[in-house]
């Protein structure tokens, strides 16, 4: 099993930034990708960013070159880096952990972007 908890989240202003945390905890020795998704009011579920074991990244196109990710393998805990925020990135972000067998979800954390 594999605990994840996100922080971060927040009200922000239009180009502003926040930094998103997500600690993972339990088997974390099984994990090879952790991702960010996250979910607006009424819209499904969407893949934002993921980073492999050897620190490969990839990011979907509506937030590519606006945030990062990263992660501390010492403190098991994987970072998005939101820059220049927009109104439409309003959602819970979710935290995801991909090991062989299955996946593993966080709670989220609530962004809202004010315009």
């Known amino acids: 099993q594999v605990q994840l908890v996100e922080s971060g989240g927040g009200l922000v202003q239009a180009g502003g930034s926040l930094r998103l945390s997500c600690a993972a905890s339990?088997?974390?020795?099984?994990?090879?990708?952790m991702a960010w998704f996250r979910q607006a009011p009424g819209k499904q579920r969407e893949w934002v960013a993921n980073?492999?074991?050897?620190?490969?990244?990839n990011f979907a196109d509506s937030v590519k070159g606006r945030f990062t990710i990263s992660r501390d393998n010492a403190k098991n805990t994987v970072y998005l880096q939101m820059n220049s925020l927009k109104p439409e990135d309003t959602a819970v972000y979710i935290c995801?952990?991909?090991?062989?067998?299955?996946?593993?979800w966080g709670q989220g954390t609530q962004v809202t972007v004010s315009s």
């Open positions: 995801n952990a991909v090991t062989r067998a299955t996946s593993y």
């Open positions: 980073i492999d074991r050897g620190g490969s990244t």
């Open positions: 339990g088997s974390i020795f099984g994990v090879n990708v």
